[in-house]
C-alpha cells in the first residue's frame, strides 16, 4: 500500500494543476497573443517601432524637397555681371564682322605730279627742265567682295588725263599726259597678331598715251601704248592700339604686253603701230587710316597715303626713237571707304 500511495499523491497533483494552467492560458490568449520578444521591447507600444521609422523618412524627403526647391530657383534666377556675357559675345562679333566679310567700295582722289626727264630739253634751251609740271588730280575707284575666309574679289579703275605746260623757249604750249588702268583681281586677307597682310593677283590693262598739238622737241600728233598683262600686290597694315588710326603700306607691280601707235609725235618713227612692247609699272603707298563702326555692320574708313608710280617703256624712253625718257608720278591720295 505504500508502494501506490506517492504515485496517487502525484496524479491528483497534476489533475488539480491541470485546470489552473488551462484558465490561465486561456486568459492569455483573452488579452493578446504570446510574445517571444524582451521585456524591453513588449513593454513598448505595438505602433512605436513603425511610426518611429515613417517620421524620419518623412523628414528626409521633406529636407530633400526642400535642397531641390532651393537649387531650381537659384538656376531660374538671373545673374547679375557687371557686363552681360551674351551681350559682350554678340558685341563682339557685330565688331568682327563690320569690315571683315562683305561688300566695300572706295571713290579716291589723287593728286599727282608728273615728271619727264629734262635730258631731251638742253637741245632747245639749256635748262634742264622739259616741263613746268604740277600736281594734278586722277580718280581711282574700288568695288569688291571678301568672304569670312579672307579670299575676295576685287575691281579697280584708275585715270588721270591732264595737261602740263613746257618750259620756255615752247611755252605756251602745253604736253598732254593720260594714263589708265583697271584691274581684276583675286584677294586673300591673312590676319595677324599685330599685323593684317593682304595679297593680290590678276590682270591689268593699262594705257599710257602723250599728246602735243604743237611742233616742239616733237612732232605734232599722239603716242599711245595699250595693252595687258599680271599685276599683283602686297599690302601691310598695322593698328595703332583701339584708337580706330592704323599704319599701311602697299606695293604693286604690273607687266603689261601691247602696242604703241604713234601719229608723227615720235619723229624718228614712222606713223603706225610698233608692236610686241613692254610696260611695267610699279606702284608705292604709304599713309594712316581711321575707321569708324557706323553701325553694327557697316564701317567707314578714311585713309589719306603719299602715292608714287613709275611708268617704264624701252621705246619710249629712248633718246632717239621716243620721247627720252619714262613717266614717274607722286603725290598724296585721299579715299573714302565703305564696307557692308
Same mark, same amino acid.
Request: hydrophobic share 35%; charged share 20%; aromatic share 10%.
Given at each position: 500500500?505504500?508502494?501506490?500511495?506517492?504515485?496517487?499523491?502525484?496524479?491528483?497533483?497534476?489533475? =488539480?494543476?491541470?485546470?489552473?494552467?488551462?484558465?490561465?492560458?486561456?486568459?492569455?490568449?483573452?488579452?493578446?497573443?504570446?510574445?517571444?520578444?524582451?521585456?524591453?521591447?513588449?513593454?513598448?507600444?505595438?505602433?512605436?517601432?513603425?511610426?518611429?521609422?515613417?517620421?524620419?523618412?518623412?523628414?528626409?524627403?521633406?529636407?530633400?524637397?526642400?535642397?531641390?526647391?532651393?537649387?531650381?530657383?537659384?538656376?531660374?534666377?538671373?545673374?547679375?555681371?557687371?557686363?552681360?556675357?551674351?551681350?559682350?559675345?554678340?558685341?563682339?562679333?557685330?565688331? &568682327?564682322?563690320?569690315?571683315?566679310?562683305?561688300?566695300?567700295?572706295?571713290?579716291?582722289?589723287?593728286? =599727282?605730279?608728273?615728271?619727264?626727264?629734262?635730258?631731251?630739253?638742253?637741245?632747245?634751251?639749256?635748262?634742264?627742265?622739259?616741263?613746268?609740271?604740277?600736281?594734278?588730280?586722277?580718280?581711282?575707284?574700288?568695288?569688291?567682295?571678301?568672304?569670312?575666309?579672307?579670299?575676295?574679289?576685287?575691281?579697280?579703275?584708275?585715270?588721270?588725263?591732264?595737261?602740263?605746260?613746257?618750259?620756255?623757249?615752247?611755252?605756251?604750249?602745253?604736253?598732254?599726259?593720260?594714263?589708265?588702268?583697271?584691274?581684276?583681281?583675286?584677294?586673300?586677307? &591673312?590676319?595677324?597678331?599685330?599685323?593684317?597682310?593682304?595679297?593680290?593677283?590678276?590682270?591689268?590693262?593699262?594705257?599710257?598715251?602723250?599728246?602735243?598739238?604743237?611742233?616742239?622737241?616733237?612732232?605734232?600728233?599722239?603716242?599711245?601704248?595699250?595693252?595687258?598683262?599680271?599685276?599683283?600686290?602686297?599690302?601691310?597694315?598695322?593698328?595703332?592700339?583701339?584708337?580706330?588710326?592704323?599704319?599701311?603700306?602697299?606695293?604693286?607691280?604690273?607687266?603689261?604686253?601691247?602696242?604703241?601707235?604713234?601719229?608723227? =609725235?615720235?619723229?624718228?618713227?614712222?606713223?603706225?603701230?610698233?608692236?610686241?612692247?613692254?610696260?611695267?609699272?610699279?606702284?608705292?603707298?604709304?599713309?594712316?587710316?581711321?575707321?569708324?563702326?557706323?553701325?553694327?555692320? =557697316?564701317?567707314?574708313?578714311?585713309?589719306?597715303?603719299?602715292?608714287?608710280?613709275?611708268?617704264?617703256?624701252?621705246?619710249?624712253?629712248?633718246?632717239?626713237?621716243?620721247?627720252?625718257?619714262?613717266?614717274?608720278?607722286?603725290?598724296?591720295?585721299?579715299?573714302?571707304?565703305?564696307?557692308?
Amino acid at each position: 500500500m505504500k508502494k501506490f500511495r506517492i504515485p496517487i499523491l502525484l496524479a491528483l497533483a497534476v489533475a =488539480l494543476a491541470a485546470p489552473s494552467a488551462l484558465e490561465a492560458r486561456e486568459s492569455r490568449d483573452d488579452d493578446g497573443p504570446a510574445s517571444n520578444s524582451p521585456a524591453f521591447l513588449t513593454s513598448m507600444p505595438a505602433e512605436a517601432e513603425p511610426s518611429l521609422f515613417e517620421s524620419s523618412l518623412t523628414q528626409k524627403n521633406e529636407e530633400l524637397e526642400e535642397r531641390i526647391s532651393r537649387l531650381e530657383a537659384e538656376l531660374n534666377q538671373p545673374r547679375h555681371y557687371g557686363v552681360d556675357p551674351s551681350a559682350s559675345i554678340e558685341q563682339r562679333l557685330q565688331r &568682327q564682322e563690320a569690315g571683315t566679310g562683305g561688300l566695300f567700295g572706295s571713290i579716291e582722289v589723287t593728286f =599727282l605730279q608728273p615728271s619727264l626727264s629734262g635730258a631731251q630739253s638742253v637741245f632747245g634751251s639749256g635748262t634742264g627742265r622739259l616741263l613746268e609740271t604740277e600736281y594734278q588730280t586722277g580718280v581711282r575707284y574700288v568695288l569688291g567682295y571678301v568672304s569670312d575666309s579672307g579670299l575676295g574679289i576685287r575691281g579697280r579703275y584708275w585715270s588721270f588725263d591732264n595737261s602740263t605746260g613746257y618750259s620756255p623757249p615752247y611755252a605756251p604750249a602745253v604736253f598732254g599726259i593720260q594714263l589708265q588702268a583697271a584691274d581684276t583681281e583675286v584677294t586673300m586677307l &591673312q590676319r595677324m597678331r599685330h599685323l593684317d597682310l593682304e595679297l593680290s593677283g590678276g590682270v591689268r590693262y593699262g594705257q599710257l598715251e602723250y599728246t602735243n598739238p604743237p611742233l616742239t622737241l616733237y612732232g605734232p600728233g599722239i603716242v599711245r601704248f595699250e595693252g595687258f598683262g599680271p599685276t599683283a600686290s602686297l599690302n601691310a597694315r598695322r593698328a595703332l592700339g583701339k584708337s580706330g588710326f592704323s599704319l599701311f603700306g602697299n606695293v604693286r607691280g604690273s607687266v603689261m604686253i601691247g602696242d604703241i601707235r604713234t601719229a608723227s =609725235l615720235l619723229l624718228n618713227i614712222p606713223t603706225g603701230s610698233v608692236e610686241d612692247e613692254v610696260m611695267t609699272v610699279f606702284e608705292n603707298q604709304l599713309g594712316v587710316a581711321w575707321n569708324h563702326n557706323l553701325t553694327n555692320q =557697316l564701317l567707314l574708313e578714311v585713309r589719306t597715303a603719299w602715292e608714287t608710280q613709275y611708268w617704264s617703256n624701252s621705246t619710249l624712253e629712248d633718246d632717239f626713237y621716243g620721247i627720252g625718257s619714262n613717266l614717274a608720278l607722286m603725290g598724296p591720295t585721299l579715299a573714302v571707304e565703305l564696307r557692308y
